[in-house]
């Protein structure tokens, strides 16, 4: 009998690939293990998941928080498009004052 390697024996697990509806319960585990792993796109995929069916209260305030959890910080992103708006202008004020 042959062996399967470990990749093929993960693909031929069922899972979320093959469609099986996950209880919102495992979801939100999967999520917060996601979180966990610093896999913030999955998380965020699995808790919308969650929303998507009918959860409990109970799952459905944990599916917002992850959410909110994990969302992009907005003070964040626009200090960053600050900070590179000002290296532009620097940029071509010096390439300017050379002439």
Not at 6 to 21: R, W
Request: glycine share 8%.
């Amino acid at each position: 009998m042959a062996r399967r390697r470990p990749q093929q024996a993960a693909s031929a697990a069922p899972g979320p690939s093959t469609g099986e509806a996950k209880p919102s319960a495992d979801a939100l585990g999967g999520a917060r293990a996601a979180v966990a792993r610093g896999d913030l796109r999955r998380a965020r995929t699995l808790a919308r998941s969650v929303l998507a069916g009918n959860p409990a209260d109970g799952a459905r305030a944990e599916a917002h928080r992850l959410i909110d959890d994990t969302s992009p910080d907005k003070a964040a992103l626009l200090s960053a498009l600050l900070v590179l708006v000002t290296i532009a202008i620097a940029a071509a004020v010096a390439l300017l004052m050379r002439r």
